[in-house]
């Protein structure tokens, strides 16, 4: 059983950057394909970026690309999210998830019916 912990969140201007931490226990790290999604008030949840084991492969949401990078350390069990450039439309609570399958091996690395754990969640807030 993965526990995943993120931490990070806060509020900041528009233009300016945070980076998200998301911290797991209670599994081999180095073999979950991790993740991050997003859910602003009133909305679904949304997928973000993911993440292979290795950290050889990367998927992102469109409006995120060249803004958003995720990274991974496995020595530290420890999944990032660096967001530069933040825009109001970035506001939500930020979710960690992992799976314990390759990245490359999900029908759907981009819904979050695949994904297996969840973290709690760390609010951004971008003000204009």
């Known amino acids: 059983q993965v526990q995943l912990v993120e931490s990070g969140g806060g509020l900041v201007q528009a233009g300016g950057s945070l980076r998200l931490s998301c911290a797991a226990s209670g599994g081999t790290f180095s073999s979950y394909a991790m993740g991050w999604f997003r859910q602003a008030p009133g909305k679904e949840r949304d997928f973000v970026a993911a993440i292979s084991w290795s950290g050889g492969t990367a998927y992102y949401l469109d409006s995120v690309k060249g803004r958003f990078t995720i990274s991974r350390d496995n020595a530290k069990d420890t999944v990032y999210l660096q967001m530069n450039s933040l825009k109001p439309e970035d506001t939500a609570v930020y979710y960690c998830?992992?799976?314990?399958?390759?990245?490359?091996?999900?029908?759907?690395?981009?819904?979050?019916?695949?994904?297996?754990?969840w973290g709690q969640g760390t609010q951004v807030s971008v003000s204009s």
């Open positions: 998830a992992a799976v314990n399958l390759p990245l490359t091996a999900m029908k759907l690395p981009r819904s979050q019916v695949g994904w297996g754990y």
